[in-house]
């Protein structure tokens, strides 16, 4: 979900694409510069960013919590019968 979001500013806002992993290898900040002097497009980046980047740590969050209970649940399942839970 995160990957398309980014993606898809990406297109929107330079109207070029790229893929997720090569939105990933970018550090430097290629948008401010292009905002620098409308102070309301500025403002729109950088709360847009600062709620990706949010949603983001969320969702990685919520991707391992739900990692780690399917690999319980493959455990109780692929164990032998006098390990399982009754």
């Keep these: 979900m995160v990957k398309l979001q980014a993606s898809l ?4 806002h330079c109207g070029s694409k790229m ?3 090569q939105i990933k290898v970018i550090k ?3 948008i401010a510069p292009i905002l ?3 102070d309301d497009l500025e403002i729109s980046g950088y709360v847009s960013k600062k709620g ?4 983001t740590q969320k969702i990685r969050k919520l991707e391992t919590v739900i990692k780690n209970k399917i690999k319980l ?12 839970c009754r």
């Design 9 to 12: 500013i990406m297109s929107l």
């Design 19 to 21: 893929n997720a992993n």
């Design 28 to 30: 430097e900040n290629r």
């Design 36 to 38: 620098v002097g409308d």
């Design 52 to 55: 990706i980047d949010f949603s």
């Design 73 to 84: 649940r493959k455990f109780f399942y692929t164990a032998p019968n006098h390990l399982r």
